[in-house]
């Protein structure tokens, strides 16, 4: 596409007419309708108005195809099926399902320490093994539906670098208040703990540990729900990872997705041995107070596994 068919690309994409457009850029008309048919070029001030209003860069807005920059070609072998929008609401679907999943399993050993403070341990196993249970069939059906957009959709174009950045800069806020709520569960924690000669529970030790662990699930949902959408601006590593299952033809010279896959992998093999130890300590050992140690050590294990996989297959 050239220059002026791009602009007009960006203006319908607006569903603005060129009056419209002429009246925010402060131009006439005729300008507008000169610049969509190549007859004339802005100045580069003009230029950076006209990226900043349409939320694009000035390469893409001078030299490239908006619409393959935005996802909506027609067509190919080696082009984008679908818009960026549905991408966006598939990958965010699918973040939330994978996030809520990971927190269920932890929420689940929440649900355990609370019935053991109460002496019902088989009540606590049940609720955790149907947690898992949810869980796991939670991963295989948001699995088996990401595998089918992949295989329908193997080539994605790239978000514009404008609304990338954009979106990034909220992530750090996530994390953030995933962050504080663990602090704000050691403290609940701490003052359970002190308040035990106040209250009456069985077993006030395992009753605060279960809040603790209930405050954890949400932080852990919110953790891998912004390191899932962070990963969904990643393009690249999608199409690679297409590449990688047959799904599309492998560009030259092109990585494939193994680190994503590798660190996956690791991370779900650490938190079930996790699970396994934490069951195996209660049961042979009746050690379940000092055993829960093993979840929040498991996950920051999963964290450097990530930071590790990633500096390693980074190019």
């Given at each position: 596409?050239?220059?002026?068919?791009n602009v007009g690309?960006?203006?319908?994409?607006?569903?603005?007419?060129?009056?419209?457009?002429?009246?925010?850029l402060?131009?006439?008309?005729?300008?507008?309708?000169?610049?969509e048919?190549?007859?004339?070029?802005?100045?580069?001030?003009?230029?950076?108005?006209?990226?900043?209003?349409?939320?694009?860069?000035?390469?893409?807005?001078v030299?490239?195809?908006?619409?393959?920059?935005?996802?909506?070609?027609?067509?190919?072998?080696?082009?984008?099926?679908?818009?960026?929008?549905?991408?966006?609401?598939?990958?965010?679907?699918?973040?939330?399902?994978?996030?809520?999943?990971?927190?269920?399993i932890?929420?689940?050993?929440?649900?355990?320490f609370?019935?053991?403070?109460?002496?019902?341990?088989?009540?606590?196993?049940?609720?955790?093994?149907?947690?898992?249970?949810?869980?796991?069939?939670?991963?295989?059906?948001?699995?088996?539906?990401?595998?089918?957009?992949?295989?329908?959709?193997?080539?994605?174009?790239?978000?514009?670098?404008e609304?990338?950045?954009?979106?990034?800069?909220?992530m750090?806020?996530?994390?953030?208040?995933?962050t504080?709520?663990?602090?704000?569960?050691?403290?609940?924690?701490?003052?359970?703990?002190?308040?035990?000669?106040?209250?009456?529970?069985?077993?006030?030790?395992?009753?605060?540990?279960?809040?603790?662990?209930?405050?954890?699930?949400?932080?852990?949902?919110?953790?891998?729900?912004?390191?899932?959408?962070?990963?969904?601006?990643?393009?690249?590593?999608?199409?690679?990872?297409?590449?990688?299952?047959?799904?599309?033809?492998?560009?030259?010279?092109?990585?494939?997705?193994?680190?994503?896959?590798?660190?996956?992998?690791?991370?779900?093999?650490?938190?079930?041995?996790?699970?396994?130890?934490?069951?195996?300590?209660?049961?042979?050992?009746?050690?379940?107070h000092?055993?829960?140690?093993?979840?929040?050590?498991?996950?920051?294990?999963?964290?450097?596994?990530?930071?590790?996989?990633?500096?390693?297959?980074?190019?």
């Amino acid at each position: 596409m050239s220059f002026g068919e791009n602009v007009g690309y960006y203006r319908k994409r607006l569903g603005i007419t060129q009056e419209e457009l002429a009246e925010r850029l402060y131009v006439s008309r005729q300008t507008v309708s000169r610049w969509e048919t190549d007859s004339t070029f802005p100045d580069v001030e003009m230029l950076i108005r006209l990226c900043e209003l349409f939320g694009c860069d000035m390469d893409t807005l001078v030299r490239k195809d908006a619409k393959v920059a935005n996802g909506q070609a027609e067509r190919s072998p080696e082009s984008p099926s679908v818009d960026l929008s549905t991408y966006d609401k598939h990958m965010n679907g699918f973040a939330f399902w994978v996030a809520l999943g990971v927190g269920l399993i932890v929420f689940g050993v929440a649900l355990l320490f609370f019935f053991i403070a109460w002496n019902k341990e088989l009540i606590g196993l049940v609720g955790l093994f149907i947690c898992i249970a949810t869980a796991v069939a939670d991963f295989i059906v948001s699995g088996i539906g990401h595998g089918n957009f992949m295989r329908e959709n193997p080539v994605m174009a790239e978000y514009p670098e404008e609304k990338r950045k954009a979106a990034l800069k909220k992530m750090p806020w996530l994390i953030a208040a995933s962050t504080v709520l663990i602090f704000v569960g050691v403290i609940l924690l701490l003052v359970m703990l002190y308040s035990e000669q106040y209250l009456t529970v069985e077993d006030w030790e395992y009753f605060s540990v279960a809040v603790f662990m209930s405050v954890i699930s949400v932080s852990v949902f919110g953790y891998v729900y912004a390191g899932s959408l962070y990963s969904k601006y990643n393009v690249k590593a999608y199409n690679e990872e297409c590449v990688k299952e047959g799904f599309a033809k492998a560009e030259e010279n092109g990585e494939t997705g193994k680190g994503k896959k590798i660190s996956e992998t690791i991370s779900s093999v650490i938190m079930m041995a996790a699970t396994v130890i934490f069951l195996l300590c209660g049961f042979i050992g009746n050690l379940w107070h000092p055993a829960w140690v093993v979840f929040p050590v498991g996950g920051i294990l999963c964290g450097i596994v990530s930071v590790i996989v990633e500096a390693v297959f980074k190019k």
